[in-house]
T-cell receptor, first 114, second 112 residues
Framework: AQSVAQPEDQVNVAEGNPLTVKCTYS??????LFWYVQYPNRGLQFLLK??????LVKGSYGFEAEFNKSQTSFHLKKPSALVSDSALYFC????????????FGRGTSLIVHP | EAQVTQNPRYLITVTGKKLTVTCSQN?????MSWYRQDPGLGLRQIYY???????DKGDVPEGYKVSRKEKRNFPLILESPSPNQTSLYFC???????????FGPGTRLLVL
């Protein structure tokens, strides 16, 4: 079975400050991990993914995430937040030895204040 | 342009009136799936398809049907909609090995 948890419903950060959106996962085997972003009235857009290799993954719009196997986490980070980063962020996981389709978290609303 | 399209984008219907939401992708992807998005619950998988004529239930399949007769199309059928199926629905596609899912723009459904 595969599951993912996003412990924060909402994250508030001031523009220019670093941001972190948390994600932890559970799989039987090894994971594929993803972050997607949803802007208001839009579909989900891919941000970044961890498949294998370097634990630090860089993605679109200056976002990055670090795969931590011991803590089963894949937190999304950005060094300097922009107001335009305000959106709903989804973490997803797929067990390489299991389902062919990923499981998504509940989503975290990121609000960046001017 | 590579894309996933859904129709209709908005739909208001009444309980029990059968409806179909279409989904089409132009990327020759093998995998397609349907999700519903509800406040506080995130995205939940309804059905998915590995390829033509191969479909399987997701986490919340009750009240829904799907078919995959062609690779590009994956319609979602509500035989007898009920108010608890009021939701925002997303179709997505991907290919094995690539892993990235491409999402449609969403269909907002209201069942009265």
């Amino acid at each position: 079975a595969q599951s993912v948890a996003q412990p924060e419903d909402q994250v508030n950060v001031a523009e220019g400050n670093p941001l972190t959106v948390k994600c932890t996962y559970s799989v039987s085997g090894n994971p594929y991990l993803f972050w997607y972003v949803q802007y208001p009235n839009r579909g989900l857009q891919f941000l970044l993914k961890y498949i294998t290799g370097d634990n630090l993954v860089k993605g679109s719009y200056g976002f990055e995430a670090e795969f931590n196997k011991s803590q089963t986490s894949f937190h999304l980070k950005k060094p300097s937040a922009l107001v335009s980063d305000s959106a709903l962020y989804f973490c997803a996981v797929r067990d390489r030895g299991g389902s062919y389709i990923p499981t998504f978290g509940r989503g975290t609303s990121l609000i960046v204040h001017p | 342009e590579a894309q996933v399209t859904q129709n209709p984008r908005y739909l208001i219907t009444v309980t029990g009136k059968k409806l179909t939401v279409t989904c089409s992708q132009n990327m020759n992807h093998e995998y397609m799936s349907w999700y519903r998005q509800d406040p506080g619950l995130g995205l939940r998988q309804i059905y998915y398809s590995m390829n033509v004529e191969v479909t399987d239930k997701g986490d919340v399949p009750e009240g829904y049907k799907v078919s995959r007769k062609e690779k590009r199309n994956f319609p979602l059928i509500l035989e007898s909609p009920s108010p608890n199926q009021t939701s925002l629905y997303f179709c997505a596609s991907s290919s094995p090995g690539q892993e990235t899912q491409y999402f449609g723009p969403g269909t907002r459904l209201l069942v009265l």
